[in-house]
C-alpha cells in the first residue's frame, strides 16, 4: 500500500476521488465521501494500490464557531477493515502538528461518522475522541401527492428583513448555529436559498429556510420562537413548506439534533422518517515544539 499527500489536486487525482466517492455511494447511499476540493486550505492524504486509489482523506481549517480541523475520509468498500483509515488518520495527525498553530498548544479536530462508517469509531477511540453531538437525517416522501394550500401568515423574507431573520435565529434557537453577522452575510451570498417568516397575529413568529436541488427540498433552520410555542404553529408551517414546494419535489429532507427531542418527535409525528444517524467526534491532540 502506497501512501500519498497533496495540496493541489491534478485532473487525475480529481478524477480518481470522484470514481472513490461513486463506489463509496454504490455501496452506502447515505454516506458522505471525500470530493475532490480546490480549496486551498484543504490538504489531501491518499492510500494507494495498483495505482488505484482505495482510500482519501481531507484536512480544512474549519471556523464557524471555534477554530478546528475537519476532516472528511472515503475508503474503498473492498479495502476497508485494513487498517486505511488509522494510517490515513496518522499522517494526517502528524502534518497537521507540524503546520498548524492554537491556542493552549492542542489541536482540535471534527470528524462526522454515519452508521455505515462504525469501523472508524475504534480508530478515534483510540485517540481519546468523544461523541460531541448527533444529527438525524430525516425524509418525507412526497411521491404521493396531497393539495397543500399555503396558510394565512407566511410571507417570503424580502432582503430588507434579513435583521429581522437574524434576530428571529437567536430568539428561536437555544443554541444559534450561527453569529448574526454570519448568519446575514450567509443568506445575501446564497441566491438559491428562500426564505420564510412566519406571522402570527401580526408578530414574526417563526422562519425557515428552503433549497431546491433537482428532485428534492432542504428545510433548513425551521423553527419557532419560544412565545408561540405549543398553538399548532409548527405544523401550520410545515403545511405552509408542502404548499411552496413545486410539483416536481418528491421528497423533503431535514436535519435535526439529537438535543433537541421535541422537534424530532414533531417531525415523526408529521410523517418524516429518520435515514441516517450522523455523530461529530471531537479529539484533541499536542502541538509539536518547533
Known sequence: MKFTQSSALTPALKQAIESLASRCLAADPQCSPVWADDDTDTVFFFSWENQVLTGALSVSLYEEAAPALLISASVDPDYRGKGIFRRLLEKAAAYAQKHYTFSEHKLPFSCY?????????????HLGAYCASREFL???????????????????????????????QEACFDYPPQSAAAYISMLSEEPSLSSYVVWYKK??????????????????????????????????????????????ISSLRVQVADRNPVAYHLYLTYGFCTQECVCEYHFSLPVQDS
Do not use: W
Open 113 to 125: 461518522i454515519n452508521g455505515s462508517c462504525s469501523q472508524a469509531i475504534p480508530v478515534l477511540d
Open 138 to 168: 430525516l425524509s418525507l416522501d412526497l411521491k404521493k401527492k396531497t393539495a397543500f394550500e399555503l396558510p394565512a401568515g407566511f410571507e417570503a423574507a424580502a432582503s430588507k428583513d434579513l435583521n429581522l431573520l437574524a434576530s428571529l
Open 203 to 248: 408578530r414574526a413568529a417563526g422562519l425557515f429556510h428552503l433549497l431546491l436541488s433537482e428532485n428534492t427540498a432542504y428545510l433548513m433552520g425551521f423553527a419557532i420562537h419560544p412565545d408561540f410555542r405549543r398553538q399548532g404553529l409548527a405544523v401550520h408551517a410545515l403545511n405552509a413548506v408542502r404548499a411552496l414546494l413545486p410539483e416536481q
